[in-house]
């Protein structure tokens, strides 16, 4: 009941929010898709929505029924985790539901009482909820500064830390569409006897051969843990971790949102694997998705004034979150599909605009969006 004793300190922080032009709502899909992580465009595909009525057609179960463990181990998942351990070039790879639980749960399982969890500043929210409920003391780093890292380690070491590090990083960042340094940060993880753990969740699909993702030769190292999403650029749902074989039988054992989770649908684990095989036999898909990214960052560059990120992540940084979200609307209204970010998803200070690029879209919308963005922002500024 609105205005209860019971709901009242809820809606006054709702209240809070809205003062501050950051309270969110769920609104419907509409207009061309600026804003989702389909990068190239698999979520409707029509081999992956084959795979998965073949499937259905051959016995296989909507839901798993359980847990791994018990008897929600369905041959699906063993032949994506078979499948994408070699792919990506890992000893072994386990499925889980989604990215967010993925993370979580590496990083409250694998690092251990004594170890240290190094957090890139902007890294998603999901390894800081992980690092908060792990057993390791944690600390933020500033963004791809390999140096603030070194000089975290060896403050830690020098007041007693015996344990290991773990650098925790994007390869691609979700929010500003920019390159973690993972040359530099494998080089300082081997100085420092540390694990680097990269998650991979917007460049699997679309970077390295195949789209094995940026960390590909990375890879297989025994002191290197990668999470690769597959609701991205893969179309289907959920994530696989990849690693050394001790790691993923560690994570089987005693990793609690491995074991005491529901396992994901099979029929996604049928669509992850279709999704593989369409990385091999369709590249024309990355190399459309390219020439978008750099068709965007040229309409960007003249247009706007904003300076391309490089990759099909182009934030467009507003600052004032009202703002931010009166041009995510107008553009709405054109028919297009761009969204508003907020903090805390980034920093105080720098809302934007996410432009994502996917094969949802064409050459031509892209040049439009651009042009009405820049009437919106003059409208705005005038």
């Known amino acids: 009941m609105t205005g209860s004793v019971w709901t009242d300190r809820y809606e006054a922080n709702l209240r809070g929010l809205a003062r501050k032009s950051r309270l969110r709502a769920l609104v419907p899909r509409d207009g061309l898709d600026f804003a989702s992580n389909d990068y190239l465009g698999l979520a409707r595909c029509s081999r992956l929505s084959d795979a998965v009525a073949t499937a259905l057609a051959n016995g296989t179960s909507v839901g798993a029924t359980g847990s791994r463990l018990l008897r929600g181990n369905d041959p699906e998942h063993e032949a994506l985790e078979a499948r994408a351990a070699d792919f990506f070039g890992a000893e072994r790879a386990l499925f889980f539901g989604g990215g967010y639980i993925a993370n979580f749960a590496v990083l409250t399982t694998l690092p251990q009482k004594g170890d240290l969890v190094l957090l890139d500043e902007l890294i998603h929210a999901s390894a800081h909820e992980g690092a908060r409920a792990g057993r390791a003391q944690m600390r933020e780093v500033r963004h791809n500064d390999p140096a603030a890292a070194e000089d975290v380690i060896r403050a830690w070491r020098a007041t007693g830390g015996t344990g290991r590090p773990w650098i925790v990083v994007e390869s691609l960042y979700s929010m500003d569409g920019d390159f973690a340094p993972l040359e530099d940060l494998m080089a300082l993880a081997d100085r420092h006897d540390a694990f680097l753990f990269i998650d991979e969740a917007h460049a699997t699909g679309i970077y390295g051969p195949e789209g094995r993702g940026l960390a590909h030769e990375l890879e297989g190292r025994d002191n290197v843990v990668v999470l690769h999403t597959c609701g991205k650029a893969l179309g289907a749902a959920g994530a696989l971790v990849t690693a050394s074989a001790p790691l993923i039988d560690y994570l089987v054992n005693r990793c609690r949102p491995f074991i005491y989770a529901t396992a994901p649908s099979p029929l996604m684990a049928v669509a992850a694997l279709e999704a593989l095989a369409i990385l091999g036999d369709e590249p024309?898909?990355?190399?459309?998705?390219?020439?978008?990214?750099?068709?965007?960052?040229?309409?960007?560059?003249?247009?706007?004034?904003?300076?391309?990120?490089?990759?099909?992540?182009?934030?467009?940084?507003?600052?004032?979150?009202?703002?931010?979200?009166?041009?995510a609307g107008a553009l709405q209204e054109r028919g297009f599909d761009v969204r508003g970010i907020r903090p805390p998803t980034v920093p105080e200070g720098t809302a934007r605009l996410r432009v994502s690029l996917t094969l949802n879209v064409e050459a031509a919308d892209v040049s439009a969006l651009f042009a009405a963005l820049a009437e919106e922002l003059e409208r705005a500024d005038a």
């Open 284 to 327: 024309e898909r990355r190399e459309r998705l390219a020439r978008l990214v750099a068709l965007a960052g040229e309409e960007a560059a003249v247009r706007c004034g904003v300076k391309p990120s490089g990759s099909q992540i182009l934030p467009i940084v507003i600052g004032d979150n009202g703002r931010a979200m009166a041009l």
